[in-house]
């Protein structure tokens, strides 16, 4: 019997680096995330009703692909300055990656990255004297997709 190995989905690295298309290496340097979600790839439908098919419509896929934006989010470090650099409405290109990790802290095959990212929210959770929670940021990035390695 084959014993398979599942990657856990709580190890994970953030990397932003060198772009590939400029070849120009970003100021942020590495930023950590404790969350990362919208990695996802869909392809929009269309539906079409034709006379004569009583069972129901045909279905068809649109010519375009639908991306989610990428949502990164993070516990704030009181002398941490990322959020300015990372603006919205600046375009990150392809400098951002995902790599999973194995239960040992090594890096895995499974490797995304974004095509062509644009910062475009930056936000914190609510301010509540009256809760001991962490303060979260979350940064909101739209893409043209993910390029899955």
């Known amino acids: 019997m084959i014993r398979r190995k599942y990657v856990s989905d709580f190890r994970f690295l953030v990397l932003t680096g060198r772009d590939r298309i400029t070849g120009m290496l970003p100021s942020v340097g590495s930023i950590c995330f404790s969350k990362v979600s919208g990695?996802?790839?869909a392809m929009e439908q269309e539906e079409i009703s034709?006379?004569?098919?009583?069972?129901?419509?045909?279905?068809?896929c649109a010519p375009h692909k639908k991306h989610q934006p990428l949502i990164l989010e993070r516990g704030v470090l009181p002398?941490?300055?990322w959020f300015?650099?990372?603006k919205p409405g600046m375009s990150l290109g392809t400098w951002l990656h995902i790599?999973?990790?194995d239960e040992n802290g090594r890096m895995t095959a499974r490797q995304f990255g974004i095509s062509d990212g644009i910062?475009?929210?930056?936000?914190?959770s609510g301010l509540d004297a009256m809760n001991s929670s962490v303060l979260i940021e979350r940064l909101e990035i739209v893409h043209d997709g993910i390029i899955y390695r």
């Open 39 to 41: 990695v996802e790839i």
């Open 50 to 60: 034709e006379g004569g098919k009583n069972d129901g419509p045909h279905i068809l």
């Open 79 to 81: 002398a941490d300055s």
């Open 84 to 86: 300015r650099t990372l």
């Open 99 to 101: 790599i999973l990790l």
């Open 119 to 124: 910062v475009t929210k930056w936000d914190i």
